[in-house]
């Protein structure tokens, strides 16, 4: 799940990325209206986290201007305290959910956890053969036992369970996984898959390898 976080304020904006970092989350992160407009229109994200209150282009206008373009990007704006009005305005310009500032960060990340889910169209429990995985939690059991993931195998593991048996390149698993700047971590989506792999081994899916192409995630059914 890759998130896109607009907030112009250095300190909020710091430690909302490290928390949504730690969660698995890629995060990028633009300080004015004029970037995050720039980004949305050239790249792919999940989710976006939008302070209105943002120099350049007012985060109002941000907003219309996605919505504008017809796009059903999931929206979470974050506003200023007295805020009413700007409450209405931005759920009447296309906002899925607010959160007045200042917030507990175990509430921003419920409602991160709602909101991507959300996008998705998909019930809170998927489950496939021995696989069972609470996206509201984001606990996987196989076979009714907690498997243990890491923050990155959870984001991973969330990639695959939205395109079931379909193929995903190698650059989709970096476009969800990879806020700018993580190159590092980026090279080693190999590993993350083969670890993941691993822990999969005895739930009946298996992420299999195609050849030049990326990774599927297979149900139990498929043909091998
Ligand atoms: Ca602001």
């Given at each position: 799940m ?18 949504l970092k730690r969660g698995g989350y890629a ?82 990340e419920?409602?991160v956890r709602?909101?991507t ?9 998927i ?6 995985y609470d996206q509201t939690d984001r606990v996987l059991k196989?076979?009714?036992?907690l498997v243990e993931l890491s923050a990155r195998e959870v984001g991973l593991l969330e990639v695959f369970l939205l ?10 698993l970096?476009?969800h996984l ?14 993350y898959?083969?670890r993941l792999?691993?822990k999969l ?24």
């Open positions: 890759r998130i896109l976080l607009a907030e112009d304020d250095p300190v909020i904006a710091d430690g909302l990325g490290r928390a995060v990028d992160h633009v300080a004015s209206g004029a970037d995050a407009d720039a980004a949305l229109t050239s790249q792919t994200f999940d989710l976006l986290i939008l302070d209105l209150g943002l120099p350049k282009l007012p985060g109002i206008d941000v907003l219309k201007r996605l919505r504008a373009r017809r796009s059903s990007l999931p929206v979470l704006v974050l506003t200023a305290q007295d805020g009413v009005d700007d409450r209405v305005r931005g759920l009447d310009a296309g906002a899925d959910d607010y959160l007045t500032k200042p917030f507990a960060l175990p509430e921003l419920a409602r709602a909101l889910r959300r996008g998705t169209g998909q019930a809170s429990c489950e496939i053969a021995k696989l069972s196989i076979g009714g036992q395109r079931i048996g379909r193929l995903v390149s190698k650059d989709q970096v476009d990879c806020g700018w700047g993580d190159e590092v971590s980026c090279n080693a989506i190999e590993v898959v083969h792999r691993k081994e005895d739930s009946g899916v298996r992420i299999v390898t195609v050849r030049g192409l990326g990774y599927c995630l297979e149900k139990p059914d498929s043909p091998a």
